[in-house]
């Protein structure tokens, strides 16, 4: 932790082998058996114990939204690549709230026979919620894929014209929301940072 920047000690004590994900109540890790979470990087509390096989191991993405029903209540997507499933990306879900009681357990969303419409396996996969739905991109940075029922099924969307067709392939891009805009920044080959900034027109 840093009051400055400049000067940072550390915050707490509790190993972890990776980071997952944050909402406004917590933050998540993985510590090689378990999820936990976190309010004050003291007090850690078991967040999620099934299929940690399938837990992302690369290209790891998380977003956080309010439910449509109750703002005190957040929708937590986690997404990225495992290498116990190289069919498809894998997809966590659960719901954040402050009261213990009401804070579920991650689980991971298991793709049947019956959901042909998985997130494929994208390098260097980012996620984001916007306009009502999840959105991903990563690979050949060509497409975005969107999901409207909270990261179970995934279709190439069509209807809009972008990503920017100047993304370069298969190199990170960050993505933020701010308002109405998607703001989407690339470091090129050469360095330097490239911004773009954008929306859907209906909205208002």
């Known amino acids: 932790a840093s009051a400055n920047g400049t000067t940072w000690n550390a915050a707490s004590t509790q190993k972890v082998q990776r980071l997952l994900a944050a909402d406004r109540y917590y933050l998540y890790a993985f510590d090689s058996t378990q999820i936990l979470a976190t309010t004050d990087l003291n007090t850690w509390a078991t ?3 099934r299929y940690m096989n399938l837990l992302p191991d690369q290209y790891i993405s998380s977003t956080s939204y309010n439910t449509r029903t109750n703002d005190n209540l957040q929708v937590d997507i986690l997404a990225g690549v495992s290498s116990q499933q190289t069919n498809h990306a894998v997809v966590w879900y659960k719901i954040a709230a402050k ?13 049947s026979a019956n959901n042909p419409y998985p997130l494929p396996v994208l390098q260097n996969l980012t996620i984001f ?3 009502d ?3 991903a991109l990563g690979g050949d940075n060509k497409r975005f894929y969107k999901s409207e029922d909270n990261g179970i099924t995934w279709k190439e969307m069509t209807e809009y014209q972008f990503p920017p067709v100047a993304l370069i392939p298969n190199k990170p891009v ?4 701010s308002g109405e805009h998607v703001i989407m920044i690339q470091t090129n080959n050469e360095g330097s940072v490239t911004m773009w900034k954008g929306k ?3 909205l208002k």
């Open 47 to 49: 967040n999620g114990m």
């Open 99 to 111: 009261e213990q009681a009401s804070n579920q357990q991650w689980d991971c969303i298991t793709v």
């Open 129 to 131: 919620h916007y306009n």
């Open 133 to 135: 739905a999840l959105y």
């Open 174 to 177: 960050s993505v933020a929301v």
């Open 200 to 202: 859907i027109n209906k």
